[in-house]
């Protein structure tokens, strides 16, 4: 396939012309007959109840499975992205007041996890290019009230590591990595979740590691397992052996609800059998996709440091408004037209969120409020530039190419540059009808 294509300057389909074609994803996840016939089993043989490494052995296999691919780590399979991520704050005894630095622009359970803690998210600013954390205005966040910084692998792009690791170090900081979108991206030669304190990962239906619903933490320290599984597990776990004797006196019951159902278990096994070829499917296609757009103006991806390997959860992408002379949103609505369905991910920063505003609070009661009340936080009207720039411009679109389909991206790419073409026919229809409705998640 040649590195460029011509765009089509023929008329928009948003303006009344024909549009290229829609963009249909393929079906994903896809599990084998193998995991599908393992799952029939365990449903078959009544195994669904999820004690412990000991009395389920897929558990066990499970997270020997996660423990390889993190470098030998502690692992405990979850019921979710959210209770691994709250899990790995328990296990660092994080609670209760103490501050967490992290990102205002990620998907909301990034953050809940911190505030089911009763801990206190403290948010910095992201980098434009990206949306992932900005390492250099950490440090002027932190207080003595610090005990982390949170640092979420967004859209499959691994963040900064070795400078946060650096950061986290340098001020006897904890560093937890939030890598539900980037299972298997790598930054300087180390995969995410290798780096951190500990790490939390999803592997709901949706994700780079699809299961139903499930997740996982991952940790080098051996209590914060062990503390970690308190909060959530089943008691059961402590028959597993191991578990520090000093824990055992406060290894009980009174637990949230954070197991792994044993048949997705087996699902992370099977999932992870095919996570590295699917992931380098997927960065030969984005890799295509960058070299189709190479001529583009106004709709460009991230350029990643060398020795970057992100795992494209979504493709995220920024568009240059001032450039093009027209919204975000109506480039969205050509773009949708011609069938390629993008969106803003993050539709607003989460510090603008009405559930964290305790002032004046008129909404359904929620446990976090009080915490940020006695903390005495005002998170209303942040300043946060680079984020709020990212709310206007960003457009993100699934990526779920992790089977040959070189004439998909093919058409991705035409009918960017088809739009691009056209910039001039929709100023003038954006002058005349004004910009398109938000194209944000919903
Ligand atoms: C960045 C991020 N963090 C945390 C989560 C929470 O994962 P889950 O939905 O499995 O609880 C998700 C996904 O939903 C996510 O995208």
């Known amino acids: 396939m040649s590195s460029t294509?011509?765009?089509?300057?023929?008329?928009?389909?948003?303006?009344?012309?024909?549009?290229?074609?829609?963009?249909?994803?393929?079906?994903?996840?896809?599990?084998?007959?193998?995991?599908?016939?393992?799952?029939?089993?365990?449903?078959?043989?009544?195994?669904?109840?999820?004690?412990?490494?000991?009395?389920?052995?897929?558990?066990g296999e499970a997270e020997e499975v996660i423990s390889k691919y993190h470098g030998g780590r502690h692992v405990m399979a979850t019921s979710s992205g959210h209770s691994a991520l709250q899990s790995a704050l328990a296990g660092l005894?994080?609670?209760c007041g103490d501050e967490v630095i992290t990102t205002p622009y990620t998907w909301g359970a990034s953050i809940s996890c911190i505030l089911h803690q009763n801990a206190i998210p403290v948010f910095v600013d992201v980098k434009r290019d990206t949306g992932l954390i900005d390492p250099e205005l950490i440090e002027a966040a932190i207080t003595p009230r610090t005990k982390a910084i949170l640092a979420v692998h967004l859209f499959g792009q691994p963040a900064n590591?070795?400078?946060?690791?650096?950061?986290?170090?340098?001020?006897?900081?904890?560093?937890?990595?939030?890598g539900s979108?980037?299972?298997?991206?790598?930054?300087?030669?180390?995969?995410?979740?290798?780096?951190?304190?500990?790490?939390?990962?999803?592997?709901?239906?949706?994700?780079?590691?699809?299961?139903?619903?499930?997740?996982?933490?991952?940790?080098?320290?051996?209590?914060?397992?062990?503390?970690?599984?308190?909060?959530g597990?089943?008691?059961?776990?402590?028959?597993?052996?191991?578990?520090?004797?000093?824990?055992?006196?406060?290894?009980?019951s009174l637990v949230y609800t954070y197991r792994?159902?044993?048949?997705?278990?087996?699902?992370l096994v099977e999932q992870f059998a095919k996570l590295d070829a699917e992931l380098e499917s997927r960065r030969r296609h984005a890799d295509l996709l960058r070299s189709l757009l190479s001529e583009?103006?106004?709709?460009?991806?991230?350029?990643?440091?060398?020795?970057?390997?992100?795992?494209?959860?979504?493709?995220?992408?920024?568009?240059?408004?001032?450039?093009?002379?027209?919204?975000?949103?109506t480039f969205a609505a050509a773009l949708k037209a011609e069938g390629l369905n993008?969106?803003?991910?993050?539709?607003?920063?989460?510090?603008?969120?009405?559930?964290?505003?305790?002032?004046?609070?008129?909404?359904?009661?929620?446990?976090?409020?009080?915490?940020?009340?006695?903390?005495?936080?005002?998170?209303?009207n942040l300043s946060l530039p680079n984020a709020r720039w990212r709310v206007d411009h960003a457009l993100e679109t699934g990526f779920d190419m992790v089977a040959p389909n070189e004439p998909m991206i093919a058409r991705m790419a035409e009918i960017i540059l088809k739009v691009e073409a056209n910039i001039e026919e929709l100023r003038e229809h954006e002058r005349l009808n004004g910009p398109a409705a938000p194209a944000v998640r919903g």
């Open 5 to 59: 294509i011509a765009p089509a300057a023929s008329k928009l389909a948003l303006l009344g012309g024909t549009a290229v074609g829609k963009i249909t994803y393929p079906k994903f996840p896809v599990f084998t007959d193998r995991a599908i016939e393992r799952t029939a089993e365990m449903l078959r043989a009544g195994k669904t109840f999820a004690v412990g490494r000991k009395h389920v052995p897929e558990i």
């Open 93 to 95: 005894e994080i609670c």
């Open 161 to 178: 590591l070795q400078r946060l690791r650096a950061i986290a170090d340098k001020n006897k900081l904890m560093l937890i990595e939030d």
């Open 181 to 231: 979108q980037a299972h298997g991206a790598e930054v300087g030669g180390v995969r995410v979740g290798t780096v951190g304190d500990a790490a939390g990962f999803s592997c709901m239906g949706g994700k780079l590691l699809a299961t139903t619903e499930s997740g996982y933490m991952v940790t080098p320290h051996q209590d914060a397992y062990w503390k970690g599984a308190m909060i």
């Open 233 to 252: 597990q089943h008691m059961g776990r402590a028959t597993d052996g191991g578990m520090p004797a000093e824990l055992k006196a406060y290894s009980d």
């Open 260 to 267: 792994v159902e044993p048949f997705n278990a087996v699902l």
């Open 296 to 329: 583009g103006k106004y709709l460009k991806l991230p350029n990643y440091a060398p020795g970057t390997k992100p795992s494209y959860h979504l493709l995220s992408f920024t568009f240059d408004s001032e450039a093009a002379g027209i919204s975000r949103d």
């Open 342 to 380: 993008m969106i803003g991910y993050v539709p607003s920063v989460i510090s603008d969120w009405p559930r964290l505003h305790w002032q004046g609070y008129k909404g359904p009661r929620v446990s976090w409020l009080s915490s940020l009340e006695a903390a005495g936080v005002d998170y209303r």
